[in-house]
């Protein structure tokens, strides 16, 4: 297998590396080497259930009532030995109480050496926390105590400015602080290491958080190659430019995903306007097209974007084919352990597409 890679252009090693040679079978040889390329990315790894009967893709809320599948495990973890910052939210770290942003799994060992050796990085990637408010973020929770790299907690500038409150309980380091263009009217302040070992944890409040001024941010930090774990209530914004029709709507409540995900939609006249910027590069999206748990499970375990004004932004092929080039799929085997899933890697047109 090294012997052909090479053959295909590969660097020595690339072409004998067990996880290129592991991704050219997911995702083909153009796709592998756009991941291999080391230039600036955001990539956005998600995994849905094609709902049949409305067209959305409903984003797997990944718990015991979800299906299952080792390889979008493994394409997560890739996403995160791939980039220089894992993004996650608020919402994700309360609902993981044990979660730390590293590189798992089986295959864990060898995504790292994947990193170092072919991507040339060699420090593990860092955390970005993108939440409203620190009120509902437990300073003790082990990703600021056991993450391998630094952490960044992405806040409003009133909630940080309020961080050492009795209430909220996080301690800050004075006089010590990351560099910023001081014109952007950012707070940033080192938070105090709950023990010698921690990896540093910086509080940065700015005046609308938000996955887009999130992103500006950590490209100020040059750090470029960024994967995005949000959940599809914070990323609907990097499907839905200006350019394309109006979103629908929902009849769900402000600030409270539809009650059911199939809930009747109809047409709105509003569009958001947003960062031009605030894309994504290359969409990892494992479908999974085989049964769900009962109807009460499915509530549960399946999720429809909902914007600030209550509007539902679901997921559609029609949105990603308007967007995206898909460059490659691989069906699982329908009689393993994986049957129902299929795994997909999508680029963004271009203007010359």
């Not at 067209?55 to 997560?76: N, W």
């Not at 995504?111 to 060699?122: C, N, P, T």
Request: glycine share 4%.
């Amino acid at each position: 297998m090294s012997a052909l890679l090479a053959r295909r252009g590969y660097s020595a090693a690339a072409a004998a590396h067990p996880i290129t040679a592991k991704l050219c079978k997911l995702f083909g040889h153009e796709a592998t080497r756009m991941i291999e390329s080391g230039t600036s990315q955001h990539c956005h790894v998600t995994a849905v259930h094609h709902d049949q009967s409305s067209g959305h893709l409903l984003t797997l809320r990944i718990d015991e009532h979800a299906p299952k599948s080792a390889t979008d495990y493994f394409i997560l973890n890739m996403c995160r030995a791939l980039s220089d910052v894992v993004v996650e939210t608020g919402q994700i770290i309360r609902d993981e109480p044990r979660l730390v942003a590293d590189v798992k799994g089986p295959d864990a060992e060898l995504l790292m050496d994947w990193r170092k050796e072919v991507l040339r990085k060699a420090s593990p990637p860092s955390t970005l926390i993108l939440t409203r408010s620190l009120s509902r973020l437990n300073p003790a929770h082990p990703i600021f105590s056991h993450s391998p790299s630094p952490v960044f907690v992405f806040t409003s500038k009133d909630s940080a400015g309020q961080a050492e409150n009795k209430e909220l309980q996080w301690k800050l380091e004075a006089n010590d602080t990351i560099n910023m263009d001081a014109s952007q009217d950012i707070l940033c302040s080192k938070v105090a290491p709950h023990s010698s070992n921690s990896s540093p944890v910086y509080l940065v409040g700015h005046p609308s958080p938000s996955l887009c001024s999130a992103l500006n941010f950590l490209r100020q930090q040059r750090m470029s190659a960024i994967s995005i774990e949000a959940g599809p209530h914070t990323t609907w914004p990097l499907y839905y430019p200006t350019d394309l029709p109006s979103p629908i709507s929902s009849t769900s409540p402000r600030d409270s995903p539809p009650t059911s995900p199939l809930s009747p939609l109809s047409p709105s006249s509003s569009t958001t306007p947003l960062d031009p910027f605030c894309t994504v590069d290359l969409l990892f999206l494992s479908l999974y097209s085989g049964p769900l748990p009962s109807t009460k499970a499915t509530k549960r375990c399946v999720a429809v974007p909902v914007d600030e004004t209550g509007q539902a932004r679901p997921m559609t092929l029609d949105l990603l084919n308007r967007q995206f080039d898909l460059r490659h799929e691989y069906e699982a085997d329908k009689d393993g352990s994986e049957a129902g899933w299929k795994f997909t890697v999508w680029t963004r047109k271009t203007n010359s597409d």
